[in-house]
């Protein structure tokens, strides 16, 4: 993925931020002027800025084409390394992609002979907010020297976007990734010091040996909850359950489909990790069959009667030995918000997302909905969003939620 579709992309979150760009020497400088064009469509104001080296790799005048800005090549009289971070800097990001192993060096040991680096030593002290996204052989990456020079980067408040580790190369990392890690520079305070466990995916219930009954979520939700949570600065994320959507590495993704599953990893991760909110938007199953025949298959041709059981909701055993903020969500025609409050009342959920069913396969998916959330004492409607702006809206509401 260089260009990123529509679904993994969050269209407005970087309005009103100016996100400039420095480029150094790496053959991966041929992914950048899709980066930029990806920083505009969530909402940045994107401006170049290239070493002489980048400049012989790519010809400038892409960059001007892609970010709709003049590029700058040189420092001039118009000090361009202090103009450009110095009116607004806390919504004025640096961000250094490719960052190769000089630039790395440079930046980490107060060298700044080239544009770049020049605009580094400015901004980094300036207190704008600085990511790095390093690109190079894996060699040089794993390099003592490097290693340390990235600790000492990192130490100082620089977000460093991991790479992706090939057999031989350290690649720059995906489009999705780097974004993340440019809006958790800008709000990376709202979650800070908190950790989130994400529940979410689709549920699969044993009908036979070959058969199962599944729902149709998507962990479209759950993938932007990970997201979210991430560029407000969570500090662990974990999640638990499946997606359609590829979780990002950040994350500590735990793969389960049956209610066994979900059980299991949610239980050890609450025993064994420091969990300070549970977000729930997995379609559960909730039901067990009577008579079992996962060791056996239904002879087909034949009509078969199929018991579902109750069983006891997962949150319900979260909150038996859980204490901190539980968000739930809601799917059902019931509009009502006490008798919803009193059907998760032994879940004692801090939030209830609530949203009605729709017709036909409209429950699951990318789809924008009408969500409501309906707390302990009130009750804000949020009107109609997409899933994106939804996630967005409900971890806010959970870091001030007391």
């Given at each position: 993925?260089?260009?990123?579709?529509?679904?993994?992309?969050?269209?407005?979150?970087?309005?009103?931020?100016?996100?400039?760009?420095?480029?150094?020497?790496?053959?991966?400088?041929?992914?950048?002027?899709?980066?930029?064009?990806?920083?505009?469509?969530?909402?940045?104001?994107?401006?170049?800025?290239?070493?002489?080296?980048?400049?012989?790799?790519?010809?400038?005048?892409?960059?001007?084409?892609?970010?709709?800005?003049?590029?700058?090549?040189?420092?001039?009289?118009?000090?361009?390394?202090?103009?450009?971070?110095?009116?607004?800097?806390?919504?004025?990001?640096?961000?250094?992609?490719?960052?190769?192993?000089?630039?790395?060096?440079?930046?980490?040991?107060?060298?700044?002979?080239?544009?770049?680096?020049?605009?580094?030593?400015?901004?980094?002290?300036?207190?704008?907010?600085?990511?790095?996204?390093?690109?190079?052989?894996?060699?040089?990456?794993?390099?003592?020297?490097?290693?340390?020079?990235?600790?000492?980067?990192?130490?100082?408040?620089?977000?460093?976007?991991?790479?992706?580790?090939?057999?031989?190369?350290?690649?720059?990392?995906?489009?999705?990734?780097?974004?993340?890690?440019?809006?958790?520079?800008?709000?990376?305070?709202?979650l800070k010091g908190k950790n989130?466990?994400?529940?979410?995916?689709?549920?699969?219930?044993?009908?036979?040996?070959?058969?199962?009954?599944?729902?149709?979520?998507?962990?479209?939700?759950?993938?932007?909850?990970?997201?979210?949570?991430?560029?407000?600065?969570?500090?662990?994320?974990?999640?638990?359950?499946?997606?359609?959507?590829?979780?990002?590495?950040?994350?500590?993704?735990?793969?389960?489909?049956?209610?066994?599953?979900?059980?299991?990893?949610?239980?050890?991760?609450?025993?064994?990790?420091?969990?300070?909110?549970?977000?729930?938007?997995?379609?559960?199953?909730?039901?067990?069959?009577?008579n079992d025949k996962r060791n056996?298959?239904?002879?087909?041709?034949?009509?078969?009667?199929?018991?579902?059981?109750?069983?006891?909701?997962?949150?319900?055993?979260?909150?038996?030995?859980?204490?901190?903020?539980?968000?739930?969500?809601?799917?059902?025609?019931?509009?009502?918000?006490?008798?919803?409050?009193?059907?998760?009342?032994?879940?004692?959920?801090?939030?209830?997302?609530?949203?009605?069913?729709?017709?036909?396969?409209?429950?699951?998916?990318?789809?924008?909905?009408?969500?409501?959330?309906?707390?302990?004492?009130?009750?804000?409607?949020?009107?109609?969003?997409?899933?994106?702006?939804?996630?967005?809206?409900?971890?806010?509401?959970?870091?001030?939620?007391?």
């Amino acid at each position: 993925m260089i260009d990123i579709p529509e679904p993994y992309r969050f269209e407005n979150m970087l309005n009103g931020k100016t996100v400039v760009v420095g480029t150094g020497a790496s053959i991966s400088i041929y992914r950048v002027p899709d980066l930029v064009r990806d920083l505009r469509r969530e909402g940045a104001d994107v401006i170049v800025i290239m070493t002489a080296n980048a400049q012989e790799l790519i010809n400038p005048e892409v960059m001007r084409w892609a970010s709709e800005n003049q590029v700058i090549t040189k420092i001039t009289g118009k000090i361009e390394h202090i103009s450009l971070f110095q009116t607004d800097p806390k919504n004025t990001a640096f961000l250094v992609s490719p960052a190769s192993y000089d630039l790395i060096g440079k930046m980490a040991n107060g060298i700044s002979d080239d544009p770049v680096s020049l605009s580094f030593s400015f901004a980094h002290g300036n207190g704008n907010p600085v990511v790095i996204a390093p690109a190079m052989h894996k060699a040089m990456m794993t390099n003592p020297i490097n290693a340390d020079n990235l600790r000492k980067l990192q130490s100082s408040g620089v977000l460093v976007v991991p790479p992706g580790l090939d057999t031989d190369k350290a690649k720059l990392s995906q489009n999705d990734q780097i974004i993340d890690y440019v809006a958790r520079s800008f709000y990376g305070t709202e979650l800070k010091g908190k950790n989130l466990m994400i529940i979410s995916g689709h549920s699969r219930v044993k009908v036979d040996a070959v058969r199962d009954l599944v729902n149709g979520s998507t962990g479209f939700s759950g993938y932007w909850f990970c997201r979210n949570a991430f560029r407000l600065g969570s500090g662990s994320i974990t999640f638990i359950g499946n997606s359609s959507y590829a979780i990002p590495q950040y994350a500590n993704f735990h793969c389960s489909e049956t209610g066994d599953e979900f059980l299991k990893e949610t239980v050890e991760a609450l025993q064994r990790d420091k969990i300070d909110i549970v977000v729930v938007p997995a379609a559960l199953p909730d039901f067990r069959i009577s008579n079992d025949k996962r060791n056996e298959k239904l002879e087909s041709g034949l009509k078969q009667h199929i018991d579902l059981i109750p069983e006891e909701k997962l949150i319900y055993r979260i909150r038996n030995i859980f204490s901190g903020k539980i968000v739930v969500f809601s799917l059902n025609s019931e509009t009502d918000p006490d008798k919803i409050r009193r059907k998760y009342s032994k879940a004692d959920p801090d939030i209830i997302v609530h949203n009605s069913i729709s017709e036909g396969d409209g429950n699951f998916g990318e789809r924008s909905n009408n969500y409501t959330l309906i707390e302990r004492d009130r009750v804000v409607p949020l009107g109609v969003m997409n899933k994106q702006e939804m996630t967005l809206r409900i971890l806010r509401e959970a870091a001030e939620t007391s």
